[in-house]
C-alpha cells in the first residue's frame, strides 16, 4: 500500500478535541500528531506495516497520538520501589528523607517563609543561619555554610583559598565521584593546579613537605569514601598535616566526602570516621555531602574555620552554587533529629544501615507470605541469603547480610518481570541473579511489600494467561 491513506494532521486533531471535559493543548497535540504520521509513513515505506481501510489507518493513528500525548503529560521523575537493598542507590536518589523533613519541605512550599528574613530584627538576614548553628553544634566546627551538593562545595572551597596557586594532595586521593568527575579535574576547574605528591599506594608527610614552595596555597586531603586499598600501603594521619599545615602558615582541606555524623561503626563493621572527629583533630576546612550517611537532602556541607567560612562568604561563586530554601528545610530537620531526636530510630538510612539479620529475616518472611497466593502456579519464590553495600560512594569495605525473596517466574523469563516491574506504578527496581527477580527487605519502606507482591502477581498471571 502507498501513504494516501494517512489521515491529514487536523483529522487526527479533531478526534481528541470532540471529547467532552477534556483540554488538550493545541501545538502540543499538532506536533504529536505529526510524529505520528511521520512513524507510519516510514513503516508504510519500509513495508513494515499495512492497513485494511483508512478508518483503520485513522484508529491506529489517533491511538499512537494518544500514547504519545500522554507521555508528555506523565511526570518523567516519579516514585520508584526500591527493592535492591542498596540504601544509597544514586541511580534511585540516595538518602530517604525522614518524615520531619518532608513537613518541613511541604511547611516552607505551602506559602512564604524567612529564607533570608530575621524576623527578631525584621532586617535581613542570612539564609545559611538557618543550618550554621546546627551544624556546629552537632561537629564542634567554629562556622559553617552550605552549597548545593559536595563537588561544589570542593570547587568553591578550593577556589577561594588557592586560586591562581598550587593545593598539594596525595596521588592515591585523586579519587573519581561518579559519573567520571575526577578530584584532578575538580581543582582545575577551582582555579587552583594540582601538585600530586608520593605514590598510588604509599605517600609520607615528607612528602607533602618537599613540595611546598611559594606557589603553594592549600594542603588538601582526600578520605577514600569510595573505594579502600590494602596491603603495602601508607598514608598520612589528618592531625600531622594540620600540624605540617600551622608550620608552613597553609590551610588544609579535608574532602569527608559520605559526611558520617551517626556512630555507625558501633553498629556494623567497617570504620567511617565521625564529622566531629575530623573537625578536632583542626583542620581548617571539611566538606562533606548532606544525601549519603547524613541521611539528608543533596548538598554540600562545608565546614571549618570561621576565618575560612567567612572568605568563602564572600565568594562570588558562592550565589551560584547557593541552597534552596526547600534543601534548606529539609537539611535542618535533619540536623534537628539528630540534635533533639533519635536518629537511630527516625532517619531511614541509618535504621535500613543499622537492621538486624532478624528483622530483615522477618521482613522477607513477610513479603513471602505476601506472596503465597501465586507460588507454584504464576511463580516460585523462596528466601535467600545474601550480602548488600551501602552505595552512594559511602562504606566501600562494608558488606551487609540479610534476607532476601528470590522469584521464578514461570511464563516469563526474569528480564521480562523486571521490565514490566518497571512499568508498574509506582516502578519497582529489584535485581537479577540465577534467572531469579530479588527483593530485598533492607530498602523497603513501611507498605511497599505488598505493593511489590501485588505487582508480582498481577504480572505473572497476566503472563501465564496470554
Not at 503529560?73 to 544509597?88: E, H, K
Not at 561518579?178 to 605514590?199: N, P, Q
Not at 516502578?427 to 530485598?440: E, H, L, S
Request: glycine fraction near 10%; proline fraction near 3%; charge should be negative.
Amino acid at each position: 500500500m502507498d501513504c494516501s491513506w494517512l489521515p491529514a494532521v487536523d483529522r487526527i486533531t479533531g478526534q481528541f478535541t470532540k471529547a467532552d471535559n477534556v483540554y488538550y493543548q493545541p501545538r502540543l497535540l499538532t506536533d504529536c500528531a505529526r510524529k505520528v504520521i511521520d512513524g507510519l509513513r516510514q513503516q508504510i515505506t519500509s513495508g513494515d506495516i499495512s492497513f485494511n481501510s483508512k478508518d483503520e489507518v485513522l484508529s491506529v493513528a489517533v491511538e499512537q497520538t494518544a500514547a504519545l500525548y500522554n507521555g508528555f503529560c506523565n511526570p518523567s521523575l516519579r516514585r520508584v520501589i526500591n527493592a535492591t537493598g542498596v540504601a544509597l542507590h544514586t541511580n534511585l536518589g540516595r538518602a530517604v528523607l525522614a518524615p520531619e523533613a518532608l513537613a518541613a519541605i511541604d511547611d516552607v512550599a505551602a506559602g512564604y517563609c524567612n529564607l533570608e528574613f530575621d524576623l527578631a530584627t525584621g532586617n535581613r538576614g542570612s539564609r545559611y543561619d538557618h543550618v550554621s548553628k546546627l551544624l556546629c553544634q552537632l561537629t564542634g566546627a567554629e562556622d559553617a555554610v552550605v552549597v548545593n551538593n559536595n563537588a561544589a562545595a570542593i570547587i568553591l572551597a578550593l577556589n577561594t583559598l588557592g586560586e591562581g596557586g598550587e593545593a598539594i594532595a596525595s596521588r592515591g586521593q585523586l579519587v573519581e565521584i561518579g559519573s567520571s568527575f575526577r578530584i584532578s579535574d575538580i581543582i582545575g576547574k577551582g582555579g587552583v593546579t594540582l601538585r600530586e605528591v608520593g605514590a598510588t599506594n604509599k605517600t609520607r608527610l615528607s612528602d607533602y613537605e618537599n613540595a611546598i614552595c611559594e606557589k603553594t596555597r592549600l594542603l588538601l586531603t582526600v578520605h577514600p569514601s569510595n573505594f579502600h586499598i590494602s596491603g603495602y600501603t601508607e598514608s598520612v594521619p589528618l592531625n600531622e598535616l594540620v600540624e605540617l599545615g600551622r608550620k608552613h602558615n597553609l590551610p588544609v582541606l579535608n574532602d569527608l566526602g559520605s559526611g558520617c555524623i551517626y556512630p555507625l561503626s558501633a553498629a556494623i563493621s567497617g570504620r567511617e570516621p565521625l564529622v566531629s572527629e575530623v573537625v578536632a583533630t583542626g583542620v581548617d576546612l571539611v566538606t562533606l555531602s548532606g544525601d549519603k550517611l547524613l541521611g539528608g537532602p543533596q548538598a554540600g556541607i562545608i565546614l571549618g574555620k570561621k576565618s575560612y567560612i567567612g572568605q568563602i562568604k564572600k565568594n562570588q561563586f558562592l550565589r551560584a552554587l547557593r541552597i534552596d530554601k526547600f534543601t534548606l528545610a529539609a537539611l535542618e530537620a535533619t540536623l534537628r533529629i539528630y540534635l533533639t531526636g533519635r536518629p537511630g530510630q527516625q532517619l531511614p538510612v541509618i535504621t535500613m544501615l543499622t537492621a538486624s539479620t532478624e528483622l530483615l529475616r522477618q521482613e522477607a518472611e513477610h513479603l513471602t507470605a505476601l506472596l503465597q497466593a501465586g507460588e507454584g502456579k504464576y511463580y516460585h519464590c523462596k528466601i535467600i541469603e545474601g550480602i548488600t553495600e551501602a552505595g552512594g560512594g559511602s562504606l566501600p569495605d562494608v558488606k551487609f547480610d540479610g534476607s532476601m525473596v528470590a522469584v521464578l517466574p514461570l511464563s516469563l523469563s526474569a528480564d521480562q518481570l523486571a521490565a514490566k516491574l518497571r512499568e508498574n506504578v509506582p516502578a519497582i527496581v529489584g535485581y537479577i541473579r540465577d534467572d531469579r527477580v530479588i527483593f530485598d527487605p533492607r530498602t523497603l519502606i513501611a507498605g511497599e511489600a505488598k505493593i511489590v507482591a501485588v505487582a508480582v502477581e498481577r504480572i505473572c498471571t497476566e503472563a501465564r494467561e496470554r
